[in-house]
């Protein structure tokens, strides 16, 4: 017999978090999220989303043993903006069993009823900054740090419960040439003179490394909010993410392009590939889980995680973007990087997949926002 119990205290919420380690133990492609991070995203007092959300978190038990969760949210915010009323799915896991599958279900979605909602969909998060999209291809590879990862059967059961496809996401591996590319460099160099843009290096700028992140968010806020199920991020929202992305912000894999006004107008974050880093310290930064990221931050390393890119609506078209892919390669090669994951691009969004046609290219994972009418 399976029954919900709904995870309120501190401590529940670690045990609702901590349920996917169990889960996908001795998996090698399952890579855990900071459990810290997580914890506190479902604290009200701890996550500023709070602010415009209500959200739960649902664990399904048999004979005492967690065998699966899910969290609902409701983002006035978001709803809002899209003119509707839909319940937010996030944090999918359970056993292949359909008792334990429609347990949780029927307890989000009657929550998601209770506000009114009339669909359901996900999985996406408060923000898009967050975990989004359940995967339905490349179960044998390797999952991000920012990403989800799933069973192949959570797609069977997604159907069986007549949730259909939403919007994908599609993933890709490139591999770097072993030299700049000179038609790229030729077009970036053309493209910074013609509109007097200049590339800034980390630490280049007369103001603090804090300043400078939240100059990159509010280009990040600006450039996607027209994109689906993005929600410009509040300020809040904005201090949050800064202080996240901080420790993994290094000369050799970031970029920040100026105009002539000291305006940010595009930039590219990548991060050496925390996946081996974070398999091994089990989502944990202590008491020692900060030494194997410490490791792949700063040490030997073959592939970069491309985080965030962005440039200023008015100028996208303009080639702007080629001066963000010229620079980042020149500094990744000479790192010693040789290969690039994307993480998930909106398959309608060919602006972003046209960037990687200078590299060889494998689309090799793709992901799913799901959605219902309740």
Same mark, same amino acid.
């Given at each position: 017999?399976?029954?919900?119990?709904?995870?309120?205290?501190?401590?529940?919420?670690?045990?609702?978090?901590?349920?996917?380690?169990?889960?996908?133990?001795?998996? $090698?492609?399952?890579?855990?999220?900071?459990?810290?991070?997580?914890?506190?995203?479902?604290?009200?007092?701890?996550?500023?989303?709070?602010?415009?959300?209500?959200?739960?978190?649902?664990?399904?038990?048999?004979?005492?043993?967690?065998?699966?969760?899910?969290?609902?949210?409701?983002?006035?915010?978001a709803?809002?903006k899209? =003119?509707?009323?839909? @319940?937010?799915?996030?944090?999918? %896991?359970?056993?292949?069993?359909?008792?334990?599958?429609?347990?949780?279900?029927?307890?989000?979605?009657?929550?998601?009823?209770?506000?009114?909602c009339?669909?359901?969909?996900?999985?996406?998060?408060?923000?898009?900054?967050?975990?989004? =999209?359940?995967?339905v291809e =490349?179960?044998?590879?390797?999952? !991000?740090?920012?990403?989800?990862?799933?069973?192949?059967?959570?797609?069977?059961q997604?159907?069986?419960?007549?949730?259909?496809?939403?919007? %994908?996401?599609?993933e *890709?591996?490139?591999?770097?040439?072993?030299?700049?590319?000179?038609?790229?460099?030729?077009?970036?160099?053309?493209?910074?003179?013609?509109?007097?843009?200049?590339?800034?290096?980390?630490?280049?700028?007369?103001?603090?490394?804090?300043?400078?992140?939240?100059?990159?968010?509010? @280009?990040?806020?600006?450039?996607?909010?027209?994109?689906?199920?993005?929600?410009?991020?509040?300020?809040?929202?904005?201090?949050?993410?800064?202080?996240?992305?901080?420790?993994?912000?290094?000369?050799?894999?970031?970029?920040?392009?100026?105009?002539?006004?000291?305006?940010?107008?595009a930039?590219?974050? *990548? *991060?050496?590939?925390?996946?081996?880093?974070?398999?091994?310290?089990?989502?944990?930064?202590?008491?020692?889980?900060?030494?194997?990221?410490?490791?792949?931050?700063?040490?030997?390393?073959?592939?970069?995680?491309?985080?965030?890119?962005?440039?200023?609506?008015?100028?996208?078209?303009?080639?702007?973007?080629?001066?963000?892919?010229?620079?980042? @390669?020149?500094?990744?090669?000479?790192?010693?990087?040789?290969?690039?994951?994307?993480? $998930?691009?909106?398959?309608?969004?060919?602006?972003?997949?046209?960037?990687?046609?200078?590299?060889?290219?494998?689309?090799?994972?793709?992901?799913?926002?799901?959605?219902?009418? !309740?």
């Amino acid at each position: 017999m399976v029954t919900i119990q709904e995870a309120v205290k501190r401590r529940d919420i670690v045990r609702f978090m901590e349920f996917p380690l169990q889960l996908y133990r001795n998996n $090698p492609y399952y890579v855990p999220d900071m459990l810290a991070s997580q914890v506190d995203d479902m604290i009200r007092d701890k996550n500023p989303a709070f602010a415009y959300s209500d959200a739960r978190c649902f664990l399904a038990l048999r004979e005492g043993q967690i065998v699966g969760r899910i969290a609902g949210i409701h983002n006035r915010r978001a709803n809002e903006k899209f =003119g509707r009323n839909y @319940l937010t799915i996030t944090h999918i %896991d359970f056993i292949d069993d359909d008792e334990v599958v429609d347990a949780l279900f029927d307890a989000v979605e009657a929550w998601g009823r209770e506000k009114g909602c009339t669909h359901s969909h996900g999985p996406l998060g408060f923000s898009d900054m967050d975990r989004e =999209g359940m995967l339905v291809e =490349g179960f044998d590879r390797l999952s !991000l740090f920012i990403t989800y990862y799933n069973y192949p059967y959570y797609v069977r059961q997604m159907e069986r419960r007549g949730y259909e496809k939403e919007v %994908d996401w599609i993933e *890709c591996r490139l591999t770097l040439p072993d030299a700049p590319v000179e038609r790229l460099t030729r077009i970036a160099e053309t493209v910074q003179r013609r509109k007097r843009l200049r590339v800034i290096d980390l630490g280049s700028l007369d103001k603090p490394i804090k300043a400078l992140a939240r100059e990159m968010f509010d @280009l990040w806020n600006e450039t996607y909010k027209a994109l689906f199920g993005v929600v410009p991020m509040t300020e809040a929202q904005t201090d949050k993410y800064v202080s996240e992305f901080l420790p993994m912000l290094d000369r050799r894999t970031t970029s920040f392009v100026y105009n002539e006004q000291n305006e940010m107008v595009a930039f590219g974050i *990548c *991060c050496p590939s925390l996946e081996r880093a974070q398999q091994k310290n089990r989502g944990r930064m202590f008491p020692f889980g900060w030494i194997p990221l410490l490791r792949a931050l700063k040490g030997k390393n073959d592939t970069v995680d491309m985080l965030l890119i962005a440039v200023r609506p008015d100028l996208q078209g303009s080639g702007v973007n080629s001066v963000i892919m010229d620079t980042m @390669l020149k500094k990744v090669l000479a790192a010693g990087f040789r290969y690039a994951e994307t993480g $998930p691009m909106l398959e309608l969004n060919t602006k972003v997949q046209s960037q990687w046609k200078f590299f060889e290219t494998e689309q090799h994972k793709r992901r799913r926002c799901w959605v219902k009418t !309740l």
